[in-house]
């Protein structure tokens, strides 16, 4: 069976998305060495998040790796990063010849665990990637003072945690960097698209460098100060992100009101947990609902699919059992010499064996649509 007819599609657009886009069409001016428009998304990000600075590039996954060559880490360094999130939190530092080191999850709330990231530390840790995955503000507290004291760069995987605040503070720059996606599916989207955060303007700087073929701010064309990528969004994208910035308060209003609606109506039914509340979260970013249903899982997303809601899913395979980060990992370590270390994240294991995700349009609904929502999920429980 099909989708839920009723059920919000995403991305939604309009006639300010096809003005941003027109403008730049008819500029000529379709790259940012010649426009000024990824230059202005870049502020109006930054300023959204808190940040003292923003820089844009081609995705949340290149935002890591760019983010981490800024800090300074390379070949052979460990980066600790939880096991329950993308791919591109693990691969990002393997691709600068860096280990990820899987510490294990919080099974309540799904997000890297402080405690964990501390017994992973070695003396060869040079960073830990929190993610805010769903959304959900990560314990920034913990990390930041867990990065102080053992030296660590912090950076924020915030692909998913647009909007999102922790004790009143935008997520991005909590850290030492922070990185943001506007793929696809994401709650700001230009189909692709991404950006670096940070108050520190040594890392800006770094970041724009390796953005833009090691060219410095103002710079000549054929002065390149370090070796970097072309990694430069594009003034087309950048229109769409414009507009698509300003709806997105509106839309988190909503979510944030239905994902309210949907935990009240949901938090009875028995063998269903959702994560806890945290008076530190003042902004959830909402980008995922996440339930966990254990022995159930399959059965109530067979059943979801059936009463029409096909987008709810059972969400990531731990990276810590992926053979193709295992293999680059293991080659590395082998070739330097170091050991591996074999990760054991048994909460990962458990919350990816019985958790659902509901993606964020499913929380754009009026609220009999989520009142629906609730009412299939309870079905499929009780079943
Ligand atoms: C937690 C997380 N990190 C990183 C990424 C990578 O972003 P992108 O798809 O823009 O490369 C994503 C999303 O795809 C994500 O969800």
Redesign the pocket.
């Known amino acids: 069976m099909g989708d839920h007819a009723m059920m919000p599609q995403w991305p939604e657009f309009g006639d300010d998305e096809e003005k941003e886009l027109l403008e730049v069409l008819h500029s000529g001016k379709w790259g940012s060495t010649s426009g000024d428009v990824v230059a202005t998304f870049a502020q109006e990000f930054a300023e959204y998040q808190q940040a003292a600075h923003a820089v844009c590039l081609a995705?949340?996954?290149l935002a890591?790796a760019v983010a981490l060559r800024a800090a300074g880490v390379g070949i052979g360094d460990e980066v600790i990063v939880p096991p329950y999130?993308?791919i591109?939190?693990a691969s990002a530092a393997l691709f600068v010849g860096a280990v990820p080191v899987f510490a294990d999850v919080d099974p309540d709330t799904h997000l890297l665990d402080p405690a964990a990231t501390e017994a992973a530390v070695t003396p060869r840790t040079k960073a830990v990637i929190v993610?805010h995955?769903a959304g959900r503000p990560a314990d920034m507290d913990a990390f930041t003072a867990l990065g102080a004291r053992h030296g660590l760069t912090v950076i924020e995987?915030a692909?998913?945690a647009h909007g999102a605040a922790y004790n009143g503070r935008p997520v991005g720059a909590i850290g030492d960097l922070g990185t943001f996606?506007f793929?696809s599916s994401k709650n700001i989207t230009a189909g692709?698209g991404?950006a670096v955060l940070t108050d520190s303007a040594e890392l800006a700087g770094a970041v724009y460098s390796l953005v833009n073929v090691g060219r410095v701010p103002g710079g000549g064309w054929y002065q390149h100060e370090s070796v970097g990528y072309n990694l430069r969004l594009t003034e087309f994208q950048a229109a769409i992100l414009r507009a698509q910035l300003r709806r997105h308060p509106q839309q988190q209003e909503v979510r944030e009101r239905n994902a309210q609606l949907l935990t009240s109506l949901l938090s009875g039914v028995d063998g269903l947990q959702l994560a806890p509340d945290d008076p530190a979260i003042t902004a959830h970013g909402r980008h995922l609902f996440m339930l966990r249903l254990p022995g159930r899982r399959e059965a109530v997303l067979q059943s979801l699919t059936a009463a029409g809601f096909s987008r709810a899913s059972s969400g990531y395979v731990p990276l810590h059992r992926n053979d193709a980060v295992r293999r680059e990992a293991q080659a590395i370590t082998a070739r330097l010499g170091q050991p591996y270390p074999e990760p054991a994240c048994p909460h990962a294991d458990l919350v990816s064996s019985d958790t659902i995700w509901l993606p964020q349009p499913y929380l754009l609904g009026t609220e009999s649509q989520t009142h629906a929502l609730a009412t299939a999920i309870t079905e499929a429980v009780n079943a």
């Open positions: 995705n949340g996954t890591l999130t993308f591109a939190t993610v995955l995987d692909a998913q996606s793929q692709e991404g």
